[in-house]
């Protein structure tokens, strides 16, 4: 795999002055998703890059020699966000009577006490309003005063939410809280809001969007644990676009949100896969296995299912300790390179893939005879010469093509006059105590003969 598994730039990015790659602001019509197009890698590397998402973070770099990190443009002021008017389709008419005015009341009191806003609908458009007007003037404003535009315009959205909660327009809400803390380089805000989103409207409107911005996230601070924290203090106290500490940890979870809240969702494969690659970037194969297992048996129509089968034989490779502990790593990486080849012929056509294939399947099939191999020398080691014969012939059988079978012949002749079994030592002591276990009964049959 010596090709970098990377994500394209999204396709509704949109540049203006300054702006390297700047996200365009939501609006109620858009269908905004990453590109999800990943290069096919070659087999043998045990270090894979993480995957490359939309790095439209841009500022100042975190060490001379390492990639840049990088803050946010607004986005296009005609870009307009969600509007009042068109989420008021969907809510339903205000209740009246005495029950729903004692509602009110007890929940005026409640957001007294707990210090959120209290439940208004009109407040809430006013203040739905407000917040898209800031919103959408921060786009002209430079760089550090849209940044504190956009923090304001976030804390208006939130009060909106606040004000209609279990609406539509709360979802729509916590996604303009979520874009504008992006914008602003609060990045674990902006997590927190899209989350939310996720985790309380579990079916909105907004899902995909919402997933397209926490993969964004996630791939930004996976970028920020590749550079590494030269800073002699081990957590993050200052820095709002990055989480208090394991960053890397923090991007994974992420990860693993997007297919929890939205399995069926278009980003849920994608995220698979990253916190797979990122795993394995992170030498802990194990987990890294069960992600892209989880990814062939989850998404068997997704584009990533070649990769999920490349680096899953690698990571089962990685993951085997050696001839004296468990073989169940070798089957499994076998099974999974016949599927390999019988899934995907196309790419075998590949001939720099496919001799790679081939240097697999040698690996597994050295592996395997050297385990049987270790097998025979430790029964001999016991003169167990019967059970060491076993294994030699398995080794002659199986891997004939191996090192292990010319020495497998070699002890088989020197050992062919031994006895099966070593001689009993003591054996007239071991007689004179009775057995413990107790004989079967003896049977006659009906001509004589002893049966049990």
């Known amino acids: 795999m010596s090709e970098l598994i990377r994500n394209q730039h999204p396709a509704s990015a949109v540049s203006r002055p300054g702006c390297r790659c700047a996200p365009s602001a939501p609006r109620a019509a858009d269908r905004w998703y990453p590109a999800r197009r990943w290069a096919s890698p070659l087999l043998v590397v045990l270090l894979v890059p993480a995957v490359g998402g939309c790095q439209s973070l841009t500022g100042p770099r975190l060490a001379d020699s390492g990639p840049s990190v990088r803050t946010l443009e607004g986005p296009s002021p005609e870009n307009r966000p969600t509007s009042v008017s068109e989420t ?109 989103l996720q985790k309380e409207h579990p079916r909105n409107r907004h899902n995909d969007r919402a997933a397209a911005r926490l993969f964004e ?88 299912q070649f990769n999920a089968h490349i680096m899953g034989l690698r990571c089962k490779l990685l993951i085997y300790a050696g001839p004296s502990y468990s073989g169940i790593m070798l089957d499994e990486a076998e099974k ?20 790679e294939l081939t240097k697999v399947a040698a690996e597994i099939d ?49 050992f062919a006059d031994r006895p099966d079994m070593p001689p009993k030592r003591f054996a007239w002591l071991s007689d004179a105590f009775p057995n413990e276990r107790r004989s079967k009964p003896l049977i006659l049959s009906e001509g004589g003969t002893v049966l049990r």
């Open 336 to 355: 999974l390179l016949r599927q390999t080849r019988r899934r995907f012929p196309d790419r075998l056509q590949d001939q720099q893939l496919s001799q």
């Open 88 to 196: 008021a389709q969907h809510e339903p008419a205000e209740e009246t009577g005495v029950r729903a005015a004692a509602e009110r009341s007890t929940n005026r009191l409640v957001s007294y006490l707990t210090g959120r806003e209290p439940e208004n609908r009109e407040r809430a458009r006013q203040l739905y309003q407000e917040g898209d007007r800031v919103f959408q003037a921060a786009a002209e404003l430079p760089r550090e005063q849209a940044k504190a535009e956009y923090q304001r315009a976030a804390k208006l959205f939130v009060r909106a939410g606040e004000a209609h909660r279990g609406t539509a327009l709360e979802q729509d809400a916590l996604l303009m809280a979520g874009e504008s803390f992006f914008f602003a380089d609060r990045l674990t805000d902006a997590e927190e809001m899209f989350s939310k």
């Open 366 to 414: 050295f592996r395997k005879a050297e385990k049987l191999d270790h097998r025979a020398r430790y029964r001999e080691r016991r003169k167990e010469y019967g059970a060491a014969r076993v294994y030699y012939q398995e080794v002659l059988e199986k891997h004939p093509s191996t090192p292990f079978a010319a020495r497998a012949r070699e002890q088989m002749a020197a």
């Open 217 to 304: 996230i996630s791939q930004f601070w996976i970028e920020t644990a590749k550079v590494g924290d030269r800073s002699w203090m081990p957590v993050n106290f200052f820095d709002p676009s990055r989480p208090f500490m394991d960053a890397d940890g923090h991007a994974i979870r992420v990860l693993d949100n997007i297919r929890y809240n939205d399995p069926t969702g278009l980003l849920s494969d994608d995220a698979t896969m990253a916190a797979g690659v990122e795993k394995m970037r992170q030498g802990r194969y194990q987990e890294a296995d069960e992600f892209f297992t989880d990814l062939r048996e989850t998404f068997p129509d997704s584009e990533h």
